[in-house]
């Protein structure tokens, strides 16, 4: 049944989806990785995809900027259309100087500065954590790829901030403190979704700018590529284990 959000009726969704934040780069996923990817949802010009990655079913659903958007569509994707897993393929400012511009972020948690964390259970600040098989597998891919060309790929704590502009350097450098490896703005709502709704999910992202370091060269375009490709076979590899 088609949601406030999504006109794709229930058995157009597939149950493992790619999340990306941006509905261009979701276009983009689909015709890469999905040869016979059809749109299944546009609403709001959010165009939802669907299709099949090597056998396996798939849809590529984009989230918007935020916790607030993303939480939308990963309630709907779960509770309305089944949807088992989730993957999101983002982008992330390093805080950890151990993080360079390209390398790859796997975050088995978020730290969030969002009240997502304390609405769950009263009381608690829950931890906000990615299910644990993707994240193994996410870190069997990541062995894997591992070369002298490819990107690194680390695991560690995001910071999934509800600011993309706020000028607190504190706050950075306590998080860098307590290992927190890179800035994002929607893990924790994934996170805290796939809890709530007894499903799994994970963030991969790729890091494209750095708090630590503003001199650093973003990526060119070529760099770009080869990033999200290592995020991206990351995201696969967790979500078919
Ligand atoms: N802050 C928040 N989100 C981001 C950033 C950032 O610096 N870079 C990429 N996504």
């Excluded at 749109?39 to 396996?56: E, Y």
């Excluded at 994707?77 to 390398?103: H, K, M, P, W």
């Excluded at 969030?112 to 299910?131: E, M």
Aim: proline share 6%; with cysteine; net charge negative.
């Amino acid at each position: 049944m088609p949601t406030p959000h999504i006109s794709a009726e229930s058995n157009e969704i597939a149950p493992l989806v790619i999340m990306p934040g941006d509905p261009r780069r979701a276009e983009r996923i689909a015709n890469q990785l999905l040869p016979d990817a059809h749109c299944v949802s546009q609403v709001r010009g959010n165009g939802i995809w669907t299709g099949s990655h090597q056998g396996t079913a798939m849809s590529v659903v984009p989230s918007g900027m935020g916790i607030p958007s993303l939480s939308i569509y990963a309630h709907e994707l779960f509770a309305e259309y089944g949807v088992q897993r989730i993957c999101r393929v983002g982008t992330a400012g390093g805080i950890s100087t151990n993080v360079a511009i390209r390398d790859v972020v796997v975050g088995a948690a978020a730290h969030t500065d969002s009240r997502i964390a304390q609405l769950l259970v009263p009381d608690v600040s829950c931890s906000l954590s990615a299910d644990p098989v993707m994240l193994c597998a996410a870190a069997q891919k990541a062995r894997e790829l591992t070369g002298n060309e490819a990107p690194k790929v680390h695991i560690g704590a995001l910071y999934s901030s509800d600011f993309f502009y706020l000028d607190r350097p504190d706050i950075t450098t306590a998080l860098e403190r307590i290992g927190t490896l890179a800035v994002e703005m929607e893990a924790a709502g994934l996170y805290a979704a796939a809890l709530q709704a007894g499903r799994q999910a994970l963030s991969v992202c790729t890091v494209s700018d750095h708090l630590r370091d503003q001199q650093a060269l973003p990526m060119n375009p070529s760099q770009r590529e080869t990033g999200y490709a290592t995020a991206l076979s990351v995201a696969i590899s967790a979500l078919v284990a």
